[in-house]
Every structure is written in C-alpha cells, then in structure tokens.
C-alpha cells in the first residue's frame, strides 16, 4: 500500500509551521533545509513545502502560485475533540472561518482558509462519527 503524505505550500516556511504547530498542535519531525518542513501527529505526515508567490504551479502548466482565498476540490479535514476550542486558535493565528460551527448527525464541523489560501476543516465526531449517518 502507498504511504501517503500531505504536501501543504507556503510563501513563508516559518509562518506556515507556526501556523500548523499552534493551530492544530502538530509537531515538528524532521525539516528538509530551508524550504520544507515534515509535520506530525496527523494520520499522515503533512509536508510544509516553502514555494514563493508568482512560481509555476507545475512545469507545464500556466498557472502560477497565488496566496490569496483559492478553491480546489482537494482539501484537508481535521478531526479535532474541542471544535471551538480549534476554530478560536486558528484564528487567532490567521484563519479565516467561511462557515461557522454547524450541527450534523455525525457530530460538528466548521470551514475555514489557512493564511495561506488554502481550504481546510474541523470536525468534531459525535457517538460512532460519520457511522452514524453510514448504512449497516
């Protein structure tokens, strides 16, 4: 099976690791220079990766890296055990909350932006989590 590793890009190493550590309490593994940094305590190891603003996304597309508000259909969600605990520390570290604490059946979940763009989750399970809304 695969090893799967989440790859987060950041204008600034240092602020996007300070964002991640006090935010979601990630700790710091191992750094790969002064360009990337591995975070853990996530189910996967989530690699913050410094790539400046205005850099090509790709080699072959022409798209360039920007750093305001951006959607993609990819993003990460975290499963955390005091979501407005959660959401107040991301914000107070830049986030940007999109929609507020909202009840389901399987628990609560807010939406939030990184201060760097980027979409991202809180969920906070309730009884069985999501195996309360899934079938037998």
């Known amino acids: 099976m695969p090893e799967l590793r989440v790859c987060v ?29 591995e975070l853990l305590g996530a189910s996967a190891p989530i690699d913050i990766l410094a790539k400046p603003a205005g850099s090509p996304a790709t080699a072959s597309a022409p798209a360039v890296r920007d750093y305001r508000r951006h959607w993609t259909p990819v993003h990460l969600d975290f499963v955390v055990t005091d979501i407005s605990a959660a959401v107040q520390r991301a914000q107070a570290l830049g986030a940007k909350v999109e929609q507020d604490i909202k009840e389901q059946a399987w628990g609560r979940i807010a939406l939030l932006a990184d201060p760097f763009g980027h979409g991202f ?16």
Do not use: S
Not at 12 to 35: H, M, N, S
Not at 122 to 134: P, Q, T
């Open 9 to 37: 890009d950041v204008d600034d190493l240092e602020r996007g690791i300070a964002f991640y550590t006090q935010a979601l309490e990630l700790k710091v593994g191992r750094r790969f220079g002064t360009t990337g940094a």
């Open 121 to 136: 989750c809180l969920l906070e399970f309730k009884g069985r989590g999501y195996d309360e809304v899934a079938g037998p």
